[in-house]
């Protein structure tokens, strides 16, 4: 066992030298392998040098055969390109020498039609001055081209003032009204383009000032253009004013039919603003008059109760007072129309110059350069805001002479102007940004005439109201509303269409410092107090009237027939709301005065009912046998009572109570009380003989008494 042992490790150490012997082999047969490739290798490497070598020797020899060529060639090259400049200059110069021949048709038939072949024609001139400047300022041919440059510009001029002169035209009023038209019944809002250009001409107008502000160094050409355009912007709104001379008084439509097709007329759409005026201002107020005179007022809005048989000399005023009104204010027939178109012409005047301005300005702004703008837009509007501005001083003029015919109806004139230049002050004021301090104050120069002849207007008429005369034959012979108090009443009424209006004319002439605010409440106020002091002048001025009465029953009706109309004329109108901001018991007031007066015409029937007291009669004793001075007691009573009833009913028959509430009530409170005291009376003498004819003093039954009282302040009855 032990000698296998030891064998074993023998064999494995003689099997493992043989296999290290082999792989000794191998890598020397390898090692002698790459010897031999570092060799091969090492010849291939001298061999490339030597190719390498020899191609660089041979490029060099290459190199200096070819450069010497090369540079000979390029000098040659620059030789060419030298004269070849050199011939493009002399054609160049040659050219400018030729300009004026080469441009000479094209510039002497003018850029019309043909703008940009004429522009490049003069930029070719432009150029061969500067050249000629530059190069050769003694050559005649400068002078040459000098006159044809200037010519050319001349024609450009020319061509800019004739396309403008053009096409240039007024806005057709129908457009204008389109533009300025306001109604909310219009589905859709629509801005109204006011095209004053074709397109294409105002490219060219464009193109030509923008050559004449690079190079025709004169701005002549804004003269001619603000001047044209001015020019234009007058006729439109002269041509408006025809319009409206021409349409208003008929029911022409106005405005175009493009919008009016747009207009619907369902009973669910929102009702449209308050125009800014509403004709009729003097019309109205007859109307108005004569709608009182004949109707009366009983109480209820749009409504009346009284006959116009009721009432003694109702027709008669109707008549004196139109005739007034028509003498006042112009007996020619159509004048009050003529009057509203003008007012209404000139405020859609003022709104269509705001709009015009604001399209004038647009192209203006496209055509002249920006810092020439604002100077060129304040020349452009100055004629036709001159105009508007002189038409609105004959306004002033004409209220302010007005004021001196004591003609205050025709100061309202100036309301709704002011109204409106107020309203569009901002907008106004927006348009003329930028413009001289002369221009931009002509609109408040003339709001702050109107605000000052208006404020005038409304002062002087209450102190007129406070001292118009006491004069017998002006006073109502049957007692009615005196024409003062319902032509106060009226100017009043009118006011509320422009209550703002009026209030701020009120607050311009304060000096407080509340007014400073011109707040619309501080105007409220101011325009509440100075109703109320016509209303209370007003009463002073009725309650010296109705003195010239020698009847103070009459004179009692007479107080009472104004006082009631003054109230219900508040009560219907919104003028009792302004009235209250400063009198807050202003109605119980009125009811008050109305209940004394109704209290001291019904005093004038105590002299017919004393007769029916017991005041200095006799006591009787039944059965007893009357003396003869008992008998005649009675009888004056009865003769009394018969006599004074038949003159009082007589007397107060033609007397008038327009308002048919009030007539029944007085009637019904007079009947009543007579009716009962004369019913008492009859009852304490009926069995009394105290006459042997008692129909001679019983004359009336009571109910014939009553239907008497029925017939008071009824001439007809």
Known sequence: MGVTSRMIPTEDASSRKREIEEKLKQEQETLSFIRENLEKSDQQTKGMVSILSSFESRLMQLENSIIPVHKQTENLQRLQENVDKTLSCMDHVISYYHVAKDTDRIIREGPTGRLDEYLACIAKIQKAVEYFQDNNPDSPELNTVKARFEKGKELLEAEFRGLLTRYSKPVPPILILDAISVDEELEVQEDVV??????????????????????????????????????????????????????????????????????????TKKAPKRPVYIPGTIRKAQNLLKQYSQHGLDGKKGGSNLTPSEGHDHDLRVKHLSDALTEKHGAASGKDDVLDIEIDSYIHCISAFVKLAQSEYALLAEIIPEHHQKKTFDS??????????????????????????????????????LRHLKMNKSEFDSTLQGTAASTKNKLPTLITSMETIGAKALEEFADSIK?????????????????????????????????ETAGAMLASQETSSSASSYTSEFNKRLLSAYICKVLGNLQLNLLSKSKVYEDSALSAIFLHNNYNYILKSLEKSELI???????????????????????????????????????????????????????????????????GLEELCKIQKGWAIPDKEQRDFIRQAQRRVVSEAYRAFLHRYANISFTKNPEKYHKYRPEEVEEMIEKLFDTSA
């Open 194 to 267: 006011l095209e004053h250009l074709p397109e294409a001409v105002l490219q060219d107008i464009i193109c030509i000032a923008g050559w004449l502000v690079e190079y025709g160094r004169n701005q002549d050409f804004m003269n001619v253009y603000f001047q044209i355009r001015s020019n234009q912007l007058d006729r439109s709104i002269k041509g408006l004013k025809d319009h409206f001379r021409k349409n208003s008084a008929s029911s022409g439509i106005l405005y175009s039919p493009a919008v009016q097709t747009k207009r619907k007329d369902t009973p």
């Open 380 to 417: 452009l509007i100055q004629e036709a805001l001159d105009n508007l501005m002189l038409e609105g001083d004959n306004i002033v003029s004409a209220a302010r002479r007005a004021i001196m015919r004591h003609d205050y109806s025709a100061v309202l004139t100036i309301f709704p102007i």
């Open 467 to 499: 001292n118009d005369p006491d004069k017998e034959y002006n006073m109502p012979k049957d007692g009615t509303v005196h024409e003062l108090t319902s032509n106060a009443i009226l100017f009043l009424q009118q006011l509320l269409d422009f209550h």
């Open 577 to 643: 709301q302004l009235v209250t901001v400063t009198q807050k018991k202003a109605e119980n007031s009125y009811r008050e005065l109305i209940e004394q007066q109704i209290q001291m015409y019904q005093n004038s029937w105590v002299r017919v009912t004393e007769h029916l007291t017991n005041r200095n009669m006799p006591v009787f004793q039944p059965g007893t046998k009357l003396k003869d001075k008992e008998r005649q007691v009675i009888k004056d009573k009865f003769k009394g009572f018969n006599d």
